[in-house]
């Protein structure tokens, strides 16, 4: 009985490690929504995030039709390691877009401002950080 017992406790770990990992509320990349998004921004708001867990860089994007999304780029330390320094006005995104927090919200993978072209994931969505 307590073999039983015990194969099933080890059947079912998986299962609730899925769970509770599933609820966590966190997206993550995801290359099958990668979009390009357009638009402007007038600033780049560092605060703690949730999705990279640490102080990160964000952007609200303005596209053409009027909505504004929230563009996550990558942590503070990394883009001032690697010199990234956007400034206010056009830009295009390539990027995974979610839902966070009951809103909608892109993951950035490149970012191009100008002849720039910055690299912050991989193909598959993975940082560089």
């Known amino acids: 009985m307590k073999k039983l017992i015990l194969a099933l406790l ?5 299962v609730l490690c899925a769970a509770q990992n599933k609820g966590n509320g966190v ?4 290359p099958a929504t990668e979009a390009t998004f357009t638009g402007t921004f007038t600033e ?9 867990g640490t102080l990160g860089s964000h952007l609200a994007l303005k596209q053409a039709d ?3 999304i929230e563009v996550h780029l990558a ?3 990394f883009m001032k390691q690697y010199e990234i ?3 206010p006005g056009p830009i295009k995104i390539v990027g995974s877009k979610v839902t966070f927090e009951d809103a909608p919200a892109v993951l950035a993978r490149q970012v191009f401002q100008g002849d720039n072209m910055y690299a912050l994931r991989d193909e598959k ?3 560089y950080w």
């Open 44 to 52: 780049i708001q560092d605060f703690n995030c949730p999705i990279t």
């Open 10 to 14: 080890l059947l079912s770990l998986p």
């Open 27 to 30: 997206p993550k990349y995801d």
């Open 66 to 68: 009027g909505t504004t």
């Open 75 to 77: 942590p503070v330390k």
């Open 125 to 127: 969505g993975k940082p």
């Open 85 to 87: 320094a956007l400034t």
